[in-house]
């Protein structure tokens, strides 16, 4: 399975941080992270996100991957029984491991890919530098298992439905599709971008879209006549031709003052379900007070509540927390400068402190 991040690393400068801003949660049930990943699915020619599944013979130390060539843009893991292990090295058509590895075992070749990306110029007006998704039809990684014509599913029996990816036990989702509604729909709506969920729909397995590829280990119900038994650990690997990613953290793009904001209002999100009774109450749009000369470039955009919300709040003072422009403008998609992030940041610890300390 991959990494929660993978292009953030022990190497990286940034890593501590991150990841401690990673472990802050927007709900109890911490499925709602402050920081949220960048979805994509478009990569350049020839360098798509790809997963291979081996298994070794005695004292194998490389993998033979067609048409395989390095890149330096590219991360490449190998699992060996789920444990994550670097390449010793990587040649046009091969991958090595380090070392020479016991037969029968399980080993998946991660391939990360090479985004497709949207670069600015660091202009004002072309300063956003952002992954880019295709416009294929999105499906969440599936396949038909064995039994799938004499499947059976009822709550008692639910506890018997296993799946494990690599040694690790997926969380099972109970998707209930709707009238009317499609299974893609229903698994968007129930699942979404949550990592490592699976569940089954008419005896066809769907996993979440950060597993596309990986081996799997199934357990279902089946009816044999009269009874009902239990299929144990059916190999299966689900996959999907359109599947929507967001496991890279992207330290390098540049984003624009917007979705600073939201990141600075999640903060905000958080500390109020934290430390005050009621937790967080967001006003809707409409109802948010702050006079700003380019509203009109804000609302109806995806982040106009939390940009709104936050720019109402005050100090004890009555004073407003972050600046505007000296006209009043906010300028939503115009891209944070070193110097303005720092001040925002201040001033939002200055905040936090006079209001929860």
């Not at 350049?44 to 048409?67: A, D, L, P, Y």
Request: glycine share 6%; net charge positive; aromatic share 12%.
């Amino acid at each position: 399975m991959t990494q929660r991040w993978i292009d953030v690393s022990p190497k990286h400068w940034f890593y501590r941080n991150v990841l401690e801003v990673d472990r802050l949660y927007l709900d109890h049930k911490k499925e709602n992270t402050v920081i949220q990943g960048k979805l994509y699915n478009k990569f350049i020619t020839g360098k798509s996100r790809t997963v291979h599944n081996f298994t070794t013979t005695e004292g194998q130390t490389s993998f033979k991957i067609k048409n395989y060539k390095p890149d330096s843009r590219e991360l490449v893991i190998i699992y060996i029984d789920g444990v994550p292990y670097p390449p010793s090295k990587l040649e046009s058509g091969i991958v090595h491991v380090g070392f020479p590895m016991a037969g029968g075992k399980e080993v998946s070749v991660y391939l990360s890919g090479v985004v497709d990306m949207k670069k600015g110029d660091h202009t004002p007006a072309n300063c956003q530098t952002y992954p880019l998704t295709d416009t294929c039809e999105l499906a969440y990684p599936s396949k038909k298992l064995e039994m799938a014509g004499r499947y059976v599913f009822s709550p008692y029996y639910s506890l018997n439905e296993i799946v494990v990816c690599m040694g690790k036990k997926l969380k099972r989702v109970n998707v209930m599709v709707a009238n009317g509604e499609s299974i893609q729909a229903a698994l968007t709506r129930t699942i979404g971008h949550k990592r490592d969920c699976f569940t089954i729909i008419q005896g066809t397995l769907y996993v979440s879209y950060n597993l596309n590829g990986f081996p799997l280990l199934v357990n279902y119900n089946y009816k044999s006549g009269a009874v009902i038994k239990n299929r144990q650990k059916e190999k299966v690997v689900a996959t999907s031709k359109c599947a929507m990613y967001n496991d890279r953290f992207f330290p390098e793009i540049t984003v624009p003052r917007a979705e600073f904001f939201v990141i600075l209002q999640r903060l905000r999100v958080n500390l109020y379900n934290k430390f005050t009774d009621r937790g967080y109450q967001p006003k809707v749009v409409a109802k948010t007070e702050r006079y700003l000369a380019d509203r009109n470039k804000i609302v109806g955009k995806w982040y106009d509540e939390d940009v709104l919300n936050i720019l109402d709040e005050k100090f004890n003072d009555g004073c407003y927390v972050f600046p505007l422009y000296e006209d009043d403008s906010f300028q939503p998609e115009v891209c944070v400068t070193r110097a303005e992030a720092v001040v925002y940041l201040h001033r939002f610890m200055e905040w936090a402190l006079e209001r929860f300390r």
